[in-house]
């Protein structure tokens, strides 16, 4: 019996162990296939020494943030192409009008027209119908009010790590004051009965709806990070409990189950 069973043991074996090799041979192609379609993702990006000082909250917070003033930066170049009167008031050409609103939105120091003021305050601005209605750039007045809002909304800081956080109420208002906004570029008009700024286009080619449709974007991120940063809070007791609890009766609960 003996000479009968060694033979298909060491033959169980060798095949048990071809298996394996398959197996594990196809593991890794898989592996390598996703490792592949990872690098050659648009959004990919390499890691950065920076990203150790960040949780996961803080990084999704900082990509939400980067793709909003992406967004608002598409916004700002389609109104120009809409309101080319507005570029004209104190730059050459669109794109530097666009380079001169965000490097004032950067370095923090506000746009000459709109007299230190930020945030809802230079949004506001922008849609100032008067007497005497405003005198600048009605874009760039909407850009650095929407991209400072942001940045409060972010803790106010252009890039979180572990000490900061998202504020939850101001990221809801900001999302809200978006929606406004978008309001106000479709309705709000001048002394002569004209739209102050042209957002929507209407041509034979169809309609443009860019700005619509960006706007929107920003204010799904928006709510998306007021409701991730009211769970946090909410969370952090319940994890603390769950913690407490699973460490103090863990043991008996396991016990029990047995």
Same mark, same amino acid.
């Given at each position: ?21 398959? *197996? &594990?041979?196809? +593991?890794?192609?898989? =592996?390598?296939?996703?490792? #592949?379609?990872? %690098? ?81 305050? *230079? &949004?506001?601005? +922008?849609?100032?119908? =008067?007497?005497?209605?405003? #005198?600048?750039? %009605? ?120």
């Amino acid at each position: 019996m003996r000479d009968s069973l060694f033979p298909r043991a060491r033959e169980h074996r060798s095949s048990t162990l071809r298996r394996t090799r398959i *197996a &594990v041979m196809a +593991a890794l192609a898989l =592996g390598l296939v996703g490792c #592949a379609a990872n %690098r050659s993702t648009e959004r990919a990006e390499n890691y950065d020494g920076r990203e150790w000082r960040q949780s996961g909250a803080n990084r999704i917070a900082n990509l939400a943030l980067r793709d909003n003033l992406q967004s608002i930066r598409r916004v700002q170049l389609s109104l120009y192409r809409r309101n080319p009167r507005e570029w004209r008031k104190w730059a050459a050409s669109p794109e530097d009008a666009t380079e001169r609103t965000w490097n004032a939105v950067m370095q923090g120091t506000p746009l000459a027209a709109l007299r230190g003021t930020s945030g809802i305050d *230079a &949004v506001r601005l +922008a849609f100032d119908a =008067g007497p005497p209605p405003y #005198a600048g750039d %009605r874009v760039a007045a909407l850009v650095y009010g929407w991209a400072t809002m942001l940045k409060q909304a972010n803790g106010d800081t252009w890039e979180q790590t572990m000490i900061d956080g998202v504020n939850a109420e101001n990221s809801y208002r900001a999302a809200r004051n978006m929606e406004i906004s978008l309001w106000l570029i479709g309705s709000r008009t001048g002394p002569d009965g004209q739209p102050l700024l042209l957002a929507t286009e209407v041509s034979e080619r169809g309609r443009n709806l860019l700005v619509d449709r960006e706007l929107s974007k920003v204010v799904a991120r928006l709510d998306l990070l007021a409701a991730q940063a009211d769970e946090k809070y909410r969370r952090a007791a319940l994890d603390f409990a769950q913690g407490w609890l699973m460490g103090s009766l863990g043991p008996f609960l396991s016990m029990a189950k047995q």
